[in-house]
T-cell receptor, first 113, second 116 residues
Framework: DTGVSQNPRHKITKRGQNVTFRCDPISEHNRLYWYRQTLGQGPEFLTYFQNEAQLEKSRLLSDRFSAERPKGSFSTLEIQRTEQGDSAMYLC???????????FGQGTRLTVV | AQKVTQAQTEISVVEKEDVTLDCVYETRDTTYYLFWYKQPPSGELVFLIRRNSFDEQNEISGRYSWNFQKSTSSFNFTITASQVVDSAVYFCALSSASGGSYIPTFGRGTSLIVHP
């Protein structure tokens, strides 16, 4: 068990470019979450998967955001046409069951210039 | 809807002092789960404890202890004899069915600074 892994750790991109982040959850975990965290705030929920099914998306997740979890394994989060307001830490977490604790990766820090 | 309030934005103490971090939650559900996480300067959230709504027993783990009181909807976290390594941001979180299929909702966090 190597924990939740996120890549890349840091990403700097120009406004208007597309970016994609990857998350590898703990292998036997069925649930996978994406959160966004900005300075001085707690993690804010974006979306989650139960196995390969994306079951809920936050209103924070605009049409420019899309997430996938093919075959219920790793997940990707893509942001199209990035804006400066997208600059944040993007956190991935996984849990074994809905009510059990979520384990977080180290996050991907996105800076849009 | 569910909500977590951590009213203390920042706490500063000197090493060896005891410190309590407050957490107040709101939920309509009778079944829910409460969590505490630690986020050190490195950035990764580290899970500390999970509590379900039917277990009001306080818990102690080394220098850490948690006080769960349903009557006041609080789940407070105490660090005894604080150390510099305890410096971090601490988050309280809540999950319940009404909050959306047990999706954890986090408070804004309390930044703890322990001075040597």
């Amino acid at each position: 068990d190597t924990g939740v892994s996120q890549n890349p750790r840091h990403k700097i991109t120009k406004r208007g470019q597309n970016v994609t982040f990857r998350c590898d959850p703990i292998s036997e975990h069925n649930r996978l979450y994406w959160y966004r965290q900005t300075l001085g705030q707690g993690p804010e929920f974006l979306t989650y998967f139960q196995n390969e099914a994306q079951l809920e998306k936050s209103r924070l997740l605009s049409d420019r955001f899309s997430a996938e979890r093919p075959k219920g394994s790793f997940s990707t989060l893509e942001i199209q046409r990035t804006e400066q307001g997208d600059s944040a830490m993007y956190l991935c977490a996984s849990s074994l069951l809905p009510h059990t604790e979520a384990f977080f990766g180290q996050g991907t820090r996105l800076t849009v210039v | 809807a569910q909500k977590v309030t951590q009213a203390q934005t920042e706490i500063s103490v000197v090493e060896k002092e005891d410190v309590t971090l407050d957490c107040v939650y709101e939920t309509r559900d009778t079944t829910y789960y409460l969590f505490w996480y630690k986020q050190p300067p490195s950035g990764e959230l580290v899970f500390l404890i999970r509590r379900n709504s039917f277990d009001e027993q306080n818990e102690i783990s080394g220098r850490y202890s948690w006080n769960f009181q349903k009557s006041t909807s609080s789940f407070n976290f105490t660090i005894t004899a604080s150390q510099v390594v305890d410096s971090a941001v601490y988050f309280c979180a809540l999950s319940s069915a009404s909050g959306g299929s047990y999706i954890p909702t986090f408070g804004r966090g309390t930044s703890l600074i322990v001075h040597p």
